[in-house]
């Protein structure tokens, strides 16, 4: 069955550090990939998206990459900030629409 | 910024009722998405719309559920026969195109009782 896994479900990481998140799915061939930012009782909010014959986006402080074969994107944020510190979910997505998001990565930087 | 916007944003609902949650998409996306989140889980899709059908739904998706453009603005949610298992936040999203970023709604939270 199709599954989507995130590094881990909480990263801590230094004010003005790199924050790199994973996300890796098994049994999907997905046309494009999004990362979202969530915040607690909020609607995800659209961070990047990434489509399968690309390797790596830029948007400002953030950097997406996407590797079919491996069948993993790296999300990283640079100089990172605390008001970086939510929940960052991938999701992958087939070109009817259908979706599945991982179960999230909260990160928490400190000052 | 252009916004998706849920009503109600809480829904208390008796087990057994229906309940039909609202959304109206950005006025130029073509394409619309249920999700729901149930209390400390993941965001699960239910059912994705475009050119006044279903493109594409979910397991979680069954007769249970319907939805429905029944205007040019808006897009809802309808779940008959509710059930205790139903209580979470549901949201509504839309997009401009196919593969391109979705805005989401700040969602229903749906309890039922």
């Known amino acids: 069955s199709q599954k989507i896994e995130q590094n881990s479900e909480a990263l801590n990481i230094q004010e003005g550090k790199t924050a790199t998140l994973t996300c890796n799915y098994t049994?999907?061939?997905?046309?494009?990939l999004q990362w979202y930012r969530q915040d607690p009782g909020r609607g995800p909010v659209f961070l990047l998206l990434?489509?399968?014959?690309?390797k790596e986006k830029r948007k400002e402080r953030l950097k997406v990459t996407f590797d079919t074969t491996l069948k993993q994107s790296l999300f990283h944020i640079t100089a990172s900030q605390p008001a970086d510190s939510a929940t960052y979910l991938c999701?992958?997505?087939?070109?009817?629409?259908?979706?599945?998001f991982g179960d999230g990565t909260t990160l928490t930087v400190k000052p | 910024e252009p916004e998706v916007t849920q009503t109600p944003s809480h829904q208390v609902t008796q087990m057994g009722q229906e309940v039909i949650l609202r959304c109206v998409p950005i006025?130029?996306?073509?394409?619309f998405y249920w999700y729901r989140q149930i209390l400390g889980q993941k965001v699960e899709f239910l059912v994705s719309?475009?050119?006044?059908?279903?493109?594409?739904k979910s397991e979680i998706f069954d007769d249970q559920f319907s939805v429905e453009r029944p205007d040019g603005s808006n897009f809802t949610l309808k779940i008959r026969s509710t059930k205790l298992e139903d209580s979470a936040m549901y949201f509504c999203?839309?997009?401009?195109?196919?593969?391109?970023?979705?805005?989401f709604g700040s969602g229903t939270r749906l309890t039922v009782v």
């Open positions: 999701a992958l997505h087939t070109n009817a629409g259908k979706s599945t």
């Open positions: 006025s130029n996306h073509l394409y």
């Open positions: 719309f475009y050119n006044n059908e279903i493109s594409e």
């Open positions: 049994n999907y061939s997905p046309a494009y």
């Open positions: 999203a839309s997009s401009a195109m196919q593969g391109s970023g979705y805005t």
């Open positions: 990434i489509r399968e014959n690309e």
